[in-house]
């Protein structure tokens, strides 16, 4: 499995931007689809983004669908989400996640997850 270390994230006014990284240890990270998700307290894991192996697919949750944006760097072994126009609801910890597989929304079937990360959006 490959260890997950995000960084970023923060406290921001309604309508501005953050942004997420997620830096992977190991040689094996292009061989994973990777996820962010996020969880609101009291509230459920939910999906928000994921990019395939190489980057070329991506595909999100509507609600954040023209505002987020997830991308890659294989090189680097990081992937990052970019956050623009941030809402109050957008509030929660965000986790980055790797999958063998590119497609899922289901947390279940992520094996690796980060620490999470606190984001808040204020009014």
């Known amino acids: 499995q490959v260890q997950l270390v995000e960084s970023g994230g923060g406290l921001v006014q309604a309508g501005g931007s953050l942004s997420l990284s997620c830096a992977a240890s190991?040689?094996?990270?292009?061989?994973?689809?990777m996820g962010w998700f996020r969880q609101a307290p009291g509230k459920e894991r939910e999906f928000v983004a994921a990019?395939?192996?190489?980057?070329?697919?991506?595909y999100y949750v509507d609600s954040v669908k023209g505002r987020f944006t997830i991308s890659r760097d294989n090189a680097k072994n990081t992937v990052w989400l970019q956050m623009n126009r941030l809402k109050p609801e957008d509030t929660a910890v965000y986790y980055c996640?790797?999958?063998?597989?590119?497609?899922?929304?289901?947390?279940?079937?992520?094996?690796?997850w980060g620490q999470g990360n606190q984001v808040t959006v204020s009014s």
């Open positions: 996640a790797a999958d063998s597989v590119f497609g899922h929304r289901d947390p279940a079937d992520f094996g690796s």
């Open positions: 190991g040689r094996t990270f292009s061989s994973y689809a």
């Open positions: 990019i395939s192996r190489r980057g070329l697919r991506t």
